[in-house]
């Protein structure tokens, strides 16, 4: 029985009472038969011969549940203190977020979780080296960042997409993952190529009798031919920005002989040309 | 501060250690790295220039993309050198001509 026998209202000493009432209504001095029922005092007693067995529960918590929220068994002193209520789900307040928060770079919007397989396959090649060898290393630094952000968002979405169980997406984010890999393999080949050579030509620099490494206060660059000619070869370049480069192979031969004349002509004429060319090429 | 080479030689390959193995004497670590160095009085003094720090520019305004179109074909440099890119003399040629003067 939940209810103890504590609080449990003693029906036999009920009934005692009914009894007496009816034997003193009664005109026959007959005693009235009544059926002993559990609850019938002599019946209660029933356990509390010597050597009867623990009949008692020993649970004292037995039924309550915070959870289901039952109360105590039994009435404390702290019962009648009016509690706080709490507030149901759906009256909570909305959570206050920043807009401009971080962490929201990891998802495609403020919406989704993670990209759909359409929008993820919209994506073309990876930086190719000779194309990345042209970036400054500013460039090279914040397109590194931004590939690095790429991934993220795409790791995000890939742990959603299992997670939750939202369906495919894993081939095409992978395929996408491994192109922005490509570029990432690129910028560190460049950067890694331009410290070597930069080490090597240092260790050149030392021979070469037009620089002067000692840092002694003179120019590090002191070229043997003065560069009269560094008017004329701004002049040409600006008539190239202007004309923009309309007429290919004429306007580079054209620079490169301008410059002959001014600085070693058999290691930059090649060189010039090449920027030339690469500046073509850019198509700018 | 490398593995103890001893307890993951040619007997000890098949145990396949782990960092929660054996009393003492046996170290593994996790791959992070080494962050600075012991003290003889069982302490670690943290080297600040052997732990990594991450310098993020600013991305205001930046308009790059990790793709390319797959309309622009990828095209290999011309190089004049043997050595092409990693060319030294290039270097200090293209250096002169474009950064020698301050």
Sequence with gaps: ???????????????????????????????????????????LKRHKYPGARDNRDHSKHRGESAIRRTGTRWRLSVSDEPLPKPVP????????????????????????VAAVPE??????????????????????????????????????????????????????????????????????????????VWEDALKLAEDDPEINLSGDGNPVFAPSEFL?????LEETVEEMQREGFKEGAGETKQLSSNVAGSVDAAETTSTNSDQGAARLRQGV | MQPTRVLQGLRYRKLRLTTKDVNKGFYKGTGTGSMGRHTNKGGYIIEWSKVRTYVVPS???FKLTPFVSKNVRKLYGHYDDAEGPRSPSAYL??????????
């Design chain 1, 1 to 43: 029985m939940a209810t103890p026998a504590a609080i449990r209202p003693s029906l036999g000493a009920a009934l005692h009472h009914v009894c007496g009432s009816t034997r003193r209504i009664a005109v026959t001095p007959s005693v009235v038969q009544t059926a002993a029922i559990s609850t019938t005092a002599s019946l």
């Design chain 1, 89 to 112: 789900l759906k009256d909570l307040p909305p959570v206050e977020t920043d807009p401009d928060h971080g962490l929201w770079e990891f998802f495609p919007d403020r919406v989704t």
């Design chain 1, 119 to 196: 929008e993820d396959a919209k994506h073309g090649r990876g930086w190719s080296v000779e194309e990345l060898r042209k970036k400054s290393w500013d460039d090279l630094h914040r397109l590194w960042w931004v590939c690095c952000k790429e991934r993220n968002r795409l790791a995000t979405g890939e742990w959603e997409r299992r997670k939750q169980k939202l369906g495919y997406g894993e081939a095409e984010a992978a395929k996408r993952d491994d192109e922005v890999k490509v570029t990432m393999r690129g910028i560190k080949h460049v950067l890694t190529e331009r410290q070597y």
């Design chain 1, 228 to 232: 009269e000619e560094v008017e004329e």
């Design chain 2, 59 to 61: 991305l205001e305004g």
């Design chain 2, 93 to 102: 040629a293209r250096w002169k001509s474009e950064n020698g003067f301050d």
